[in-house]
């Protein structure tokens, strides 16, 4: 399985960005995909994970404004986020289980600007 994630940027705090994961490759029995995050100096975190059966995890600091979501005709997972703020700033990567197996994107940069 290989993940490219894509959609980062610099944002102004309160606004909006979506961050998307492309899955190529051996994509069935795929049962979970997540998006976690890594600020300087920091470990990485997990913002939010979706399973194939739909079940949603969100980090408490994200709950109410960020939304995970997954088009498994496309091989695609989604994060949408709103109402960002400082704090978010980090490396954003997804990754996908694939029964013992995980796999990770490469990241891509959010930056939000006070």
């Known amino acids: 399985v290989q993940l490219q994630a894509f959609g980062g940027g610099l944002v102004q705090a309160w606004g909006s960005l979506r961050l998307s994961c492309a899955a190529s490759?051996?994509?069935?029995?795929?049962?979970?995909m997540g998006w976690y995050r890594q600020a300087p100096g920091k470990l990485r975190e997990l913002v939010a994970r979706?399973?194939?059966?739909?079940?949603?995890h969100y980090q408490d600091s994200v709950k109410g404004r960020f939304t995970i979501s997954r088009d498994n005709a496309k091989n695609t997972m989604y994060l949408q986020m709103n109402t960002v703020k400082p704090e978010d700033t980090g490396v954003y990567y997804c990754?996908?289980?694939?029964?013992?197996?995980?796999?990770w994107g490469q990241g891509t940069q959010v930056t939000v600007s006070s």
């Open positions: 490759g051996t994509t069935s029995s795929i049962n979970a």
């Open positions: 990754n996908a289980d694939q029964g013992v197996k995980r796999y």
């Open positions: 979706i399973t194939s059966g739909g079940s949603i």
